[in-house]
């Protein structure tokens, strides 16, 4: 097994699951990480799950950025596949996308 990192320092920016993913990733690459999230997902007071469902209902494109932001509104919201039907869906980078497909939104 090669340690292409052999001991550099990475300072890891992402938030929760996938920061810590790429911690694992990084440090079986012989990195030595340090997680520092510079960003947490939550829910303003303003929004409820019913708001947020009211909102797609009355959007004709949803972006999506990463993968967290579809975790963060999947949890909030529930499954999506029927209120994004008939919706355009853009998604920001592969792994947005597939996290999209792995919900079976592929719109």
């Given at each position: 097994?090669?340690?292409?990192?052999?001991?550099?320092?990475?300072?890891?920016?992402?938030?929760?699951?996938?920061?810590?993913?790429?911690?694992?990733?990084?440090?079986?690459?012989?990195?030595?990480?340090?997680?520092?999230?510079?960003?947490?997902?939550?829910?303003?007071?303003?929004?409820?799950?019913?708001?947020?469902?009211?909102?797609?209902?009355?959007?004709?494109?949803?972006?999506?950025?990463?993968?967290?932001?579809?975790?963060?509104?999947?949890q909030l919201a529930g499954d999506?596949?029927?209120?994004?039907?008939?919706?355009?869906?853009?998604?920001?980078?592969?792994?947005?996308?597939?996290?999209?497909?792995?919900?079976?939104?592929?719109?």
């Amino acid at each position: 097994m090669s340690l292409h990192l052999n001991g550099c320092k990475v300072l890891v920016t992402r938030p929760g699951q996938l920061g810590e993913q790429l911690c694992r990733l990084i440090q079986s690459d012989g990195g030595i990480t340090i997680e520092f999230p510079t960003l947490e997902l939550t829910v303003s007071k303003e929004l409820s799950r019913q708001g947020l469902l009211d909102l797609i209902a009355s959007a004709s494109h949803i972006l999506f950025v990463s993968r967290n932001a579809v975790q963060f509104v999947w949890q909030l919201a529930g499954d999506l596949a029927e209120p994004l039907r008939n919706k355009v869906i853009l998604a920001v980078g592969e792994g947005t996308r597939n996290e999209l497909a792995d919900l079976n939104i592929n719109n």
